[in-house]
């Protein structure tokens, strides 16, 4: 299974496939329509108190990445029903708003979906 990342920031392509945003908040400044989302599935997203501590702090990456990937087996119904649309897709791009592009929650939920 492939799956693409992308800022939801970033212009929507024809070759995104499916656009499912991870992200527990909708991102500032983005009209709905323009996002171009297909499914915004919130509940895989870190908790509230995951993502405040964490606040995108490079240094708290690994850490970040075993707190979130025990949150995600603590939420094994939401991940199976994002494992299932995955699977059922040619393409699909997991979305996210933060800026840095290399420790976000995305990378994490696309490891644990092709792990």
């Known amino acids: 299974m492939r799956i693409r990342l992308k800022r939801i920031y970033e212009p929507k392509q024809d070759?995104?496939?499916?656009?499912?945003?991870v992200d527990r908040l909708w991102p500032r400044g983005l009209d709905k329509q323009e996002a171009g989302v297909d499914l915004w599935l919130?509940?895989?997203?870190?908790s509230a108190e995951l993502r405040r501590w964490f606040g995108h702090d490079p240094n708290k990456w690994s850490e970040?990445?075993?707190?979130?990937?025990?949150?995600l087996q603590r939420n094994e119904?939401?991940?199976?029903?994002?494992?299932?649309?995955?699977?059922?897709?040619?393409?699909?791009?997991?979305?996210y708003a933060a800026k840095d592009t290399d420790h976000n929650n995305a990378i994490?939920?696309?490891?644990?979906?092709q792990g």
């Open 15 to 21: 070759d995104d496939g499916f656009r499912i945003l």
């Open 42 to 46: 919130k509940d895989v997203a870190p």
């Open 64 to 71: 970040f990445q075993r707190r979130y990937s025990e949150e």
């Open 77 to 95: 119904p939401a991940v199976t029903a994002l494992r299932q649309r995955v699977n059922a897709e040619d393409k699909v791009t997991l979305l």
């Open 108 to 113: 994490v939920l696309r490891d644990v979906l």
